[in-house]
C-alpha cells in the first residue's frame, strides 16, 4: 500500500508537539526525556518552528510519521495509519490495512537512580528460601505440566509457598514485627497484618552475578482469575532473572535472553544459556548492557506483542553498539515454553514423579 504523497506532506504538517503528546510523551518546555536511550536530563528537543524532533545524545530526529516509527517501532505505513486515524485525516481503501495498528505496551528503562533507595533485605529472603520447600501443587505445575528438569530448578532454589499465615507468624517471631513489614513480606491490612503474596504460588529467587541474592518473585499457582499471575515486592530493584549464568561465559557465547520466567526455565531445561527480562513493562537496563559481549539470541513470542518486544530489546542493543538477533519458532505455537512442551510431549516424556 503507498500512502499518498499529498497525505504524506499532511501528516508531517501535524504539530509535532501535539504528536508526541498523542505518543504519550510528556514534554516541558519543548524539552523531553529521550525515550530511545536512558535519559536521565532532557535530550529530546522538540523545534515547533521546525516541526522537528531531535535527540542530542542519540543523533535521532525528524518529523512526526519519523517520531511515531520511532516510538512504537513501526514501519513508515504503519506509522501513516496510525497518525491518519489520530487526527482524521485519511483512511486507506483497502479494509484489511483500516484497522488501527495495536499500540506496543512501552517498556520503561529503569536506572540506578530511580531505584537505588530501595532496600532489598537479603536476609530475610534468604532465610525464606532456606526454609520454603517445594508443594506436591507446585511439583505438578513444574514437572508434570511444564516438564522442566528437576536438576534446572534444584539449581534456581526455585521454592513454594503454600501456607500464607504461618509464614507471616514465623516472620514475626524470627526477625520482629517491623523489620517483616519493612522487607514488604508482611503488610498491614484493615484486619491485621498478612502476606504480600498470593498464595499458592512458586517463589524465584533473583540473583547477581556474584552469586548474592537480589530479589524475588512469585508465580500464582491458585485458581482465583483475579490474582496478578506474577508479582515482585516493592523492595527491589527489576533485575535479570538468572545472572549467575554470565560466569560460566565466554565472550561471544550464545545467550538467549526470553521474556518471562517460564521461558528461560523451558530453554535452561533444553540445555541453553538463557536469562529472563522478568516483566513484559520493566527493562532493568544496567544489567541489560552486561549482555553486550555475548552472542544474543531471543525467540519473540508469535505474535504483535512479542515482534514488537524484540524490536525494542534490538534497539536498547543496538543503542549501546551491540545487537540482538531473533529466532522462529515453528507455526502454531505461541512462545518458547508452548514449543518446549509439545516437543516433550512428542518425545514422549511423561513428567518425572516425585
Ligand atoms: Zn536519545
Given at each position: 500500500m503507498?500512502i499518498?504523497?499529498v497525505?504524506v506532506k499532511?501528516?508531517?504538517d501535524?504539530?509535532?508537539?501535539e504528536?508526541?503528546?498523542?505518543?504519550?510523551i510528556?514534554i516541558?518546555?519543548?524539552n523531553?526525556?529521550?525515550?530511545m536511550?536512558?535519559?536521565h536530563?532532557?535530550?529530546l528537543?522538540?523545534?515547533?518552528?521546525?516541526?522537528?524532533?531531535h535527540c542530542f545524545?542519540?543523533g535521532?530526529g525528524?518529523?512526526?510519521?519519523?517520531?511515531?516509527?520511532?516510538?512504537?517501532?513501526?514501519?513508515?505505513?504503519?506509522?501513516?495509519?496510525?497518525?491518519?486515524?489520530?487526527f482524521?485525516?485519511w483512511?486507506?481503501?483497502?479494509?484489511r490495512?483500516?484497522k488501527?495498528?495495536r499500540?506496543?505496551?512501552?517498556?520503561?528503562?529503569?536506572?540506578?537512580?530511580?531505584e537505588s533507595?530501595?532496600?532489598?533485605d537479603?536476609?530475610?529472603?534468604?532465610?525464606?528460601?532456606?526454609?520454603a520447600?517445594?508443594?506436591?501443587?507446585?511439583?505438578?505445575?513444574?514437572?508434570?505440566?511444564?516438564?522442566?528438569?528437576?536438576?534446572?530448578i534444584?539449581?534456581?532454589?526455585v521454592?513454594?509457598l503454600?501456607?500464607p499465615?504461618?509464614l507471616?507468624?514465623?516472620i514475626?517471631?524470627?526477625?520482629?514485627?517491623?523489620?517483616g513489614?519493612?522487607s514488604k513480606?508482611?503488610?498491614?491490612?484493615k484486619?491485621?497484618?498478612?502476606?504480600s503474596?498470593?498464595t499458592?504460588?512458586?517463589?524465584?529467587?533473583?540473583?547477581?552475578q556474584d552469586?548474592?541474592?537480589v530479589?524475588?518473585?512469585s508465580?500464582y499457582?491458585?485458581?482465583?482469575?483475579?490474582?496478578p499471575r506474577?508479582?515482585?515486592?516493592?523492595?527491589?530493584?527489576?533485575?535479570?532473572?538468572?545472572l549467575p549464568?554470565l560466569?560460566?561465559?565466554?565472550r561471544?557465547?550464545?545467550?538467549y535472553v526470553?521474556?518471562?520466567?517460564?521461558?528461560?526455565?523451558?530453554?535452561l531445561s533444553?540445555?541453553?544459556n538463557?536469562v529472563?527480562?522478568p516483566?513484559?513493562t520493566?527493562?532493568?537496563?544496567?544489567?541489560?548492557v552486561?549482555?553486550?559481549?555475548?552472542?544474543?539470541r531471543?525467540y519473540?513470542d508469535?505474535?504483535e506483542v512479542?515482534?514488537?518486544?524484540?524490536?525494542?530489546?534490538r534497539?536498547?542493543?543496538v543503542?549501546h553498539?551491540?545487537t540482538?538477533?531473533a529466532?522462529?519458532?515453528?507455526?502454531?505455537?505461541?512462545?518458547?515454553c508452548?514449543y518446549?512442551?509439545?516437543?516433550?510431549?512428542?518425545e514422549?516424556?511423561?513428567?518425572?514423579?516425585?
Amino acid at each position: 500500500m503507498t500512502i499518498p504523497g499529498v497525505i504524506v506532506k499532511q501528516l508531517n504538517d501535524l504539530p509535532i508537539e501535539e504528536v508526541a503528546e498523542r505518543l504519550g510523551i510528556p514534554i516541558n518546555r519543548h524539552n523531553a526525556l529521550c525515550f530511545m536511550h536512558n535519559d536521565h536530563a532532557p535530550s529530546l528537543k522538540f523545534s515547533v518552528g521546525k516541526n522537528l524532533f531531535h535527540c542530542f545524545v542519540c543523533g535521532k530526529g525528524g518529523g512526526p510519521i519519523q517520531l511515531v516509527q520511532e516510538y512504537e517501532a513501526w514501519t513508515f505505513q504503519e506509522a501513516c495509519v496510525w497518525l491518519a486515524g489520530q487526527f482524521n485525516i485519511w483512511r486507506p481503501d483497502e479494509e484489511r490495512y483500516r484497522k488501527s495498528v495495536r499500540r506496543a505496551i512501552r517498556k520503561k528503562f529503569l536506572s540506578t537512580t530511580d531505584e537505588s533507595a530501595i532496600e532489598f533485605d537479603e536476609e530475610v529472603f534468604s532465610w525464606l528460601i532456606d526454609t520454603a520447600r517445594l508443594s506436591p501443587k507446585a511439583n505438578k505445575f513444574l514437572f508434570k505440566e511444564r516438564y522442566f528438569k528437576k536438576e534446572v530448578i534444584d539449581k534456581l532454589s526455585v521454592r513454594s509457598l503454600s501456607y500464607p499465615n504461618r509464614l507471616v507468624n514465623t516472620i514475626l517471631k524470627q526477625f520482629g514485627e517491623e523489620r517483616g513489614l519493612k522487607s514488604k513480606i508482611v503488610r498491614q491490612g484493615k484486619y491485621g497484618l498478612y502476606c504480600s503474596f498470593c498464595t499458592p504460588c512458586l517463589l524465584f529467587p533473583y540473583y547477581g552475578q556474584d552469586g548474592r541474592l537480589v530479589g524475588m518473585q512469585s508465580r500464582y499457582l491458585g485458581e482465583n482469575i483475579k490474582v496478578p499471575r506474577f508479582q515482585f515486592l516493592s523492595s527491589q530493584k527489576t533485575r535479570l532473572f538468572n545472572l549467575p549464568v554470565l560466569n560460566m561465559l565466554k565472550r561471544g557465547d550464545k545467550l538467549y535472553v526470553s521474556e518471562g520466567i517460564t521461558d528461560c526455565l523451558a530453554m535452561l531445561s533444553e540445555g541453553m544459556n538463557a536469562v529472563a527480562i522478568p516483566s513484559a513493562t520493566l527493562l532493568p537496563r544496567e544489567d541489560l548492557v552486561m549482555l553486550k559481549e555475548f552472542d544474543l539470541r531471543m525467540y519473540p513470542d508469535q505474535d504483535e506483542v512479542g515482534f514488537r518486544a524484540f524490536m525494542e530489546l534490538r534497539r536498547f542493543f543496538v543503542n549501546h553498539y551491540s545487537t540482538i538477533r531473533a529466532e522462529k519458532l515453528p507455526e502454531g505455537v505461541k512462545d518458547y515454553c508452548d514449543y518446549y512442551v509439545k516437543s516433550q510431549k512428542e518425545e514422549g516424556n511423561d513428567g518425572i514423579h516425585i
